[in-house]
């Protein structure tokens, strides 16, 4: 009697039928965040674009609404600067955000350090405390900063209005600062601080000699953020300040355009000239700021 050959049963394979026309989940995707990207793009380069057009005018095609100046009117740049004493402040401005961002550098990592490394009592709470500061506008920061800057003052050996420490060292502690580097000092492994112990090393040169080396960028974007806050600064510095000694490029800027009245396209070089600064800066550290984006997580 012949055996019967038996063969394993097939499995029926099926394959899934995509109605003519449609696109591919992803391919739609995609192709709308590209486009709410442009929109976007195109929508923040125009007013700078317009902007740099007008302060090149002269005033006849300023006033009338020219889109292209007929020929490029460099001079405008220095009589806006001649006219508005920028020297002045903007000697003020650099030297308010340096001290600025130096101190925000240095204690905004220690305190990140001491969050991301350290144990202490209460830390969560502190932090979380810390976190929530950042839901507050502001301006609601101003009457309590004021109050205690000027009886910082009066106390004090210096004094702190009309002078540097109130533009400065309310500033040189940011929690969005803090938060940025401690999320960024948490993603480097704890094996890095056993071998730093085992070779005798404390808290302050480990931080010194290997997490700080290894967080160059998000050190470098806080900075570029603090730069940024400093230079745009003016409500504050017209609040502490009764004089022009300390007052910031931002205040002389707003002071030329009401010296320059229908000198519309003085006003556009005017905004040129207090706004290249920031864009020199980030057009250097782009590659930096950039990566300390993308690479901080949200971890803890």
Not at 39 to 54: M, S
Not at 193 to 207: E, I, K, T, V
């Amino acid at each position: 009697m012949a055996k019967a050959l038996l063969t394993p049963t097939q499995p029926a394979v099926t394959t899934a039928i995509r109605p003519v026309g449609a696109e591919p989940p992803a391919l739609v995707t995609k192709v709308l965040m590209y486009s709410v990207l442009i929109i976007g793009a195109v929508v923040a380069v125009i007013p700078f674009l317009y902007t740099v057009l007008v302060s090149l005018m002269n005033q006849t095609e300023a006033l009338g609404g020219a889109f292209f100046p007929s020929s490029f009117q460099w001079d405008n740049y220095v009589e806006a600067w001649n006219q508005a004493s920028f020297s002045k402040y903007f000697w003020n401005s650099v030297r308010i955000s340096a001290l600025t961002v130096s101190g925000e550098v240095v204690f905004c990592t220690l305190a990140a350090y001491a969050f991301a490394r350290m144990e202490f009592w209460g830390k969560n709470l502190l932090f979380t405390l810390l976190l929530a500061t950042l839901m507050l506008p502001e301006a609601v920061t101003w009457v309590p900063n004021f109050i205690t800057v000027s009886w910082l003052g009066r106390v004090g050996p210096i004094p702190w209005i009309n002078s540097w420490p109130a533009l400065t060292i309310p500033f040189m502690a940011s929690a969005f600062a803090i938060f940025l580097v401690r999320q960024f000092f948490q993603q480097i492994p704890n094996d890095l601080w056993d071998s730093a112990q085992l070779d005798g090393a404390n808290h302050l040169r480990y931080l010194l000699q290997i997490m700080v080396p290894l967080s160059k960028a998000p050190i470098m974007t806080i900075m570029l953020f603090g730069f940024i806050a400093s230079w745009n600064a003016l409500a504050w510095p017209i609040l502490v300040t009764t004089t022009p000694e300390w007052r910031p490029v931002s205040y002389g800027l707003l002071s030329f355009l009401d010296d320059a009245g229908a000198k519309f396209h003085l006003q556009m070089a005017g905004s040129m000239i207090t706004m290249a600064p920031v864009l020199l800066l980030y057009f250097f550290t782009q590659k930096t700021f950039i990566e300390g984006i993308s690479t901080t997580g949200l971890k803890g």
